[in-house]
């Protein structure tokens, strides 16, 4: 079933979300800045001994005061052009995140 949620991603009712980070888990731009900011302070300092996080791993967090409880950050590879893109990382981090949600629920 398919179904459209009009709002922030921060507001899902969800058991975890998934965070397009980058490998310091820092925050940055785009939806990984949004998360953070909301998330607040406590998830920079729950991240910052779980970075770095290199491409096709994962590292999962409490969602600190957001509606998902946990945050999967997960780096993916970075197309640098071309028709040879690699996605070699992508279903291992799948796998790794989904083991460790049902290790945390």
Known sequence: MLR????????LEVDAIVNAANSSLM????VDGVIHREAGPDLKSACRPLAPCP??????????????????????PVWRGGSAMKTKHSAPAISIAWRKRDAAI
């Open 55 to 76: 491409p096709g791993q994962v590292r999962v967090t409490d969602g600190f005061g957001l509606a998902p409880r946990l945050i999967f950050h997960t780096v993916g």
């Open 27 to 30: 925050g940055g731009g785009g």
């Open 4 to 11: 459209i949620f009009h709002g922030s991603l921060v507001d």
